[in-house]
């Protein structure tokens, strides 16, 4: 005996800009049709940069208009992140964290690949670990002017984050993801120098 699966049985496309919102109708191995909505706007990158030495960590700080409309904070603490238009995802984390904060990245150690939203978005995201050091820092960043992103770079003391996730201050997952691997990996780099 096979076991049906779910098919797509028809995609409408009902808004299309920076991603696509379509509805798909579903019908379910019990034979019910469903309809669901469907935000596609393909895989992403985001990086926690680090540096060993001095136990320090760069980020960027942003408006972001959903955190605005639903609860009214006007700025994120985030990783260097953003869609990925390479096929390569390390070219891609190197080009955010080029684009974000100045940072040229040497080594990148992939975390993992992560859906980041399965009952809406179609985004995975490659989530990366990244040492640096000081002199990689070749540019001011802030992101690129015709895109608006008004980015401000935030350089934070490991343990600055690791005392932030303890008490549900780091909102970002992917951030606080990234900085609970790193403390599992690493702990070494999350007490005061």
Known sequence: MTEMKPTIEQMVLKHQRWSRLLIATIRLPSGQTVQRDVEDHGQAVAVLPFDPQRRTALLVRQFRAPP??????????????GRL???????????????????????????MVAWTMPALSTERVHLFLAPYHVADRVAKGGGLADEHEDITVAELPLAKLAEMADRGALTELKLFALVQTLRLRRPELFTAC
């Open 68 to 81: 605005f409309y639903a609860a009214g904070e006007s700025e994120m603490l985030e990783l260097p992140a």
């Open 85 to 111: 238009d390479e096929d390569d995802p390390s070219a891609g984390a190197r080009r955010e964290t080029l684009e974000e904060i100045g940072l040229r990245l040497g080594k990148l150690e992939l975390v």
